[in-house]
């Protein structure tokens, strides 16, 4: 079992920055795709960013330009940089990982993760 924690969440002005971070611990293999989804009240659940184990990124078209996807693997923590953010980026934000030999090569927001954390609440005022 791997067991997935959201922390940075918070209220920040329009054009500020947040730092959320997902601690995973448990049984983590080498090989994996991680993500950041988020989703706002009343839409549907969209993906914002996915790393995987080599360090090869992705993003959503609302992050592109502003968010940074990251990982250290050393403390098995994976972040996610929120710069100039604006009232629609307001959402519950969502880890998710897999772990499955083959999820490393279909790495992507469309992925079936097996593991989701609890989620932390991003509000962003104009």
């Known amino acids: 079992q791997v067991q997935l924690v959201e922390s940075g969440g918070g209220s920040v002005q329009a054009g500020g920055s947040l730092r959320l971070s997902c601690a995973a611990s448990?049984?983590?293999?080498?090989?994996?795709?991680m993500a950041w989804f988020r989703q706002a009240p009343g839409k549907e659940r969209e993906g914002v960013a996915v790393?995987?184990?080599?360090?090869?990124?992705g993003y959503g078209g609302a992050a592109k330009g502003r968010f940074t996807i990251s990982q250290d693997n050393a403390k098995n923590t994976l972040y996610l940089q929120m710069d100039s953010l604006k009232p629609e980026d307001t959402a519950m934000y969502y880890c998710?990982?897999?772990?499955?030999?083959?999820?490393?090569?279909?790495?992507?927001?469309?992925?079936?993760?097996?593991?989701w954390g609890q989620g932390t609440q991003v509000t962003v005022s104009s």
């Open positions: 790393i995987d184990s080599y360090g090869r990124t």
């Open positions: 998710a990982a897999d772990f499955r030999p083959s999820s490393r090569e279909r790495c992507g927001a469309g992925l079936d993760f097996g593991y």
């Open positions: 448990g049984y983590i293999t080498s090989s994996y795709c």
